[in-house]
């Protein structure tokens, strides 16, 4: 059944708020996945914070006209599904595609930008390890907590040298 054009209006505006706040757009193309399996999908990618749109691709192509993914126009064509996070650094709906295309060996990534640049759909596999925010904090975490132990341990090691050194040269004087 055709969309009418206040549901395409409402499509291309609810794209274009998300593209707004969103670092990552992922364009890819889908086939053989029916309705059932798109809305587990859906479902999984809601959970997760990602915003994730089956969208005819005149309707994509106008939601990210004037937007930092209007890069991605040229690559939309065939079956679309956009997927969009505001996640900064973009390893979780990465993360996402992969377990995905993993499931799915139908699903291509054709391509996705980061921050306004266009990356191939190669370039997701790189993107995926990237540590997702909680786990950069965690990394930096324990990075602080490996200087701080380092800076009490060498605190501590110039004094007791200090006091060895005078007890030697002392114990030699006598």
Do not use: W
């Not at 996070?85 to 390893?91: C, H, K, R, V, Y």
């Not at 980061?114 to 390890?129: A, F, R, T």
Request: hydrophobic share 40%; charged share 30%; with cysteine.
């Amino acid at each position: 059944m055709p969309l009418t054009l206040d549901k395409k209006k409402h499509v291309i505006k609810e794209i274009k708020e998300k593209s707004l706040n969103s670092y990552l757009a992922i364009v890819a193309e889908y086939t053989e996945i029916n309705s059932n399996d798109m809305n587990d999908i859906r479902k999984i990618a809601r959970k997760m914070g990602i915003f994730f749109k089956v969208a005819h691709n005149n309707l994509a192509k106008i939601s990210f006209k004037n937007t930092k993914f209007n890069c991605l126009n040229t690559i939309i064509g065939g079956p679309t599904i956009l997927t969009l996070s505001e996640d900064a650094l973009g390893g979780i709906p990465a993360k996402f595609f992969i377990d995905l295309m993993e499931t799915n060996k139908t699903l291509k990534v054709k391509a996705l930008s980061l921050n306004g640049e266009c990356l191939g759909g190669e370039e997701l596999d790189k993107i995926s390890k990237i540590p997702c925010r909680e786990e950069a904090i965690i990394l930096l975490r324990n990075s602080l907590k490996f200087i701080s132990k380092r800076m009490v341990y060498v605190t501590q090691e110039i004094p007791r040298r200090i006091v060895n050194t005078i007890f030697n040269i002392s114990k030699k004087i006598d």
